[in-house]
């Protein structure tokens, strides 16, 4: 058998020119978002990569990872049953069940289809002064095809949770859905024949997998959590990312310091040292070595700010939140975008320029927000 040396410079061009003609026949590359100007800076939901989604507690950085990673394809995909692409999301929810996830996933389905604003905690009748209307147990029946299709898409777990049972979960899953080529590699006077790459079954199918969040994973055998973690990211994550060619999520908090109000010496705050930060990170801040790309969320409302570029946090209140891109190893960073943020649904859009901005779209917001059920 001859083993020949591939040109990676070839198989490089080859692949361009694979992308360019996909392109030019109509089909896409990267599963699309619903946010046009952030659609411009990150094109989408790409395999081969590790992402983090990062924020102080309570802001949003859940929400956000499941309104990018888990809604938004499973809304183009559904919407688009033509599309040349498919998604496998593998959810390790390592905070909340899988059955608060699709409680979400009801809440989001309400809003983006009918504008209707209620919380997964309400949807379950628990409050003395509520019981679920009629009408949007109606509705839910009526969207049962979109649900069927999410859970069709997901393997979403709850009792998976520690980092080595996430990778062999995963590794387990790629291995029975693909298989090796070989090549020889000489040691001294001895050939050996060894794994060189692997190819999928399913070429056009984006693997991703969601971790929420990285901060809980428990410490494993001799290591702290710290080095669990550092493990997760260093070791597993990159080889599913490498090998296997998965899109991998985390989820991750900043340290709590970095969401504590800080002062200048002459005692006024300075809002830049309150966003996020790669430095910052929680539990362990070396995995920023390890990623692609690095998305955090900002809620400058929450320290008490009554205007923020222009915008009358005021009025906007907690519907407003900043998408700061903080780390981009394939394009463009420090970059962000101001986006419309319904909490209660899950749900993100992008707001208009701080320049551009009417009393119309603050009345817009304001008449929302008095609907919430």
């Known amino acids: 058998m001859e083993y020949q040396k591939s040109n990676l410079y070839d198989e490089t061009l080859s692949k361009l020119r694979e992308n360019k003609g996909k392109r030019l026949s109509g089909e896409i590359i990267a599963i699309p978002w619903s946010l046009p100007r952030l659609s411009r800076v990150l094109p989408g939901i790409e395999p081969e990569k590790i992402i983090v989604v990062t924020a102080g507690p309570k802001v949003g950085k859940s929400q956000l990872a499941n309104f990018?990673?888990?809604?938004?394809?499973?809304?183009?995909?559904f919407e688009h049953p033509e599309c040349n692409l498919d998604i496998r999301i593998f959810y390790f929810s390592l905070e909340i069940s899988k059955e608060a996830i699709i409680r979400q996933a009801m809440s989001y389905r309400l809003f983006?289809?009918?504008?209707?604003?209620i919380s997964p905690q309400k949807l379950l009748s628990v409050y003395t002064d509520y019981v679920l209307d009629d009408n949007i147990e109606k509705l839910l029946e009526i969207e049962k095809p979109w649900f069927d299709f999410?859970?069709?898409?997901?393997?979403?777990?709850?009792?998976?949770?520690?980092?080595?049972?996430?990778?062999?979960?995963?590794?387990?899953?790629?291995?029975?859905?693909?298989?090796?080529?070989?090549?020889?590699?000489?040691?001294?006077?001895?050939?050996?024949?060894?794994?060189?790459?692997?190819?999928?079954n399913h070429p056009n199918l984006i693997v991703e997998v969601i971790s929420d969040h990285i901060g809980l994973l428990p410490a494993e055998g001799q290591l702290d959590q710290r080095e669990t973690i550092g493990r997760f990211s260093s070791d597993y994550s990159l080889k599913l990312r490498d090998k296997y060619k998965a899109c991998l999520v985390h989820i991750q908090q900043q340290a709590l310091m970095g969401s504590q109000q800080q002062f200048t010496n002459s005692g006024k705050s300075i809002i830049e040292k309150l966003k996020p930060e790669v430095g910052n990170l929680a539990n362990n801040?070396?995995?920023?070595?390890?990623?692609?790309?690095?998305?955090?969320?900002?809620?400058?409302?929450?320290?008490?700010?009554e205007t923020y570029k222009d915008y009358d946090l005021g009025r906007?209140?907690?519907?407003?939140?900043?998408?700061?891109?903080?780390?981009?190893?394939?394009?463009i960073s420090s970059a962000s975008i101001d986006l419309y943020f319904q909490g209660a649904s899950s749900y993100f859009s992008e707001?208009?320029?701080?320049?551009?901005?009417?009393?119309?779209?603050?009345?817009?917001?304001?008449?929302?927000?008095?609907?919430?059920?």
């Open 285 to 305: 801040k070396e995995v920023s070595r390890d990623v692609n790309l690095m998305i955090g969320l900002f809620a400058p409302h929450k320290f008490g700010f």
């Open 150 to 200: 999410l859970e069709s898409k997901m393997d979403l777990q709850d009792e998976v949770r520690g980092a080595t049972a996430i990778f062999k979960h995963m590794e387990t899953y790629f291995e029975a859905n693909g298989v090796w080529t070989y090549k020889a590699i000489k040691f001294g006077d001895e050939t050996k024949t060894v794994r060189d790459r692997y190819a999928t």
């Open 68 to 77: 990018l990673y888990v809604f938004q394809p499973i809304d183009y995909l």
């Open 112 to 117: 983006k289809k009918y504008g209707i604003i």
């Open 316 to 331: 906007l209140k907690d519907n407003h939140r900043e998408l700061i891109i903080m780390l981009n190893r394939d394009g």
């Open 351 to 373: 707001l208009p320029r701080p320049e551009d901005m009417q009393e119309s779209n603050y009345l817009e917001i304001e008449q929302v927000r008095n609907k919430t059920i």
